[in-house]
């Protein structure tokens, strides 16, 4: 038992802040792609927000060398976790056990095709609890992940000492 306590102590204080202008260009950022999903949301029949986007920005604005910031693991992660969830709602409906089996399904499939992006966890939970059509995994899961690496393409090219994406 002492050894877990050890282990759950950590090694640091507290993790390292972030400079104030990296800081706030990210918020900037994350403001702007946020915005601008919302701002589509008025003009059309399907959603272009879903909750899980905002901590996509959180790694894509925040953190864009990140592996999980990557354009393969946004959109990929975001689309199939989505199918997960849609599957799971199909097959299985909404109880305590298929919300868990769901999610855990995602994990591993987003670990095993190499598309890892932790926002994209709780896409299979968001599904399940809103219970919409298979167009979902089209609008907002699709469409609104491309919508956010183009935006990370431009974004954060504008700042001379950023780069992205690192890898396709």
Known sequence: MRHLFNKAKGGHPRAPLAHWRH????GGCSFLAIGLLAWLN???????????????????????DSPFSQ?????????MSS????????LLGVHWWSLGLAVAVAIVLMMKTGVMHPPAGS???IV???????LFALMPSLAGAL??????VLLVNLQPDKHYPKYW
């Open 147 to 152: 919508v956010l690496v183009l935006l990370g």
């Open 71 to 79: 354009p393969r693991h946004l959109i990929l992660g975001h689309t």
């Open 23 to 26: 800081a706030l260009i990210s």
């Open 83 to 90: 199918l997960v969830g849609l599957a799971a709602l199909t």
């Open 123 to 125: 896409n299979p939970l």
């Open 128 to 134: 399940m609890m809103l219970k919409p059509s298979w």
């Open 42 to 64: 008025e003009f059309g029949v399907h959603p272009w927000v879903l909750g899980s986007f905002g901590a996509s920005c959180v790694l894509l604005f925040g953190y864009p």
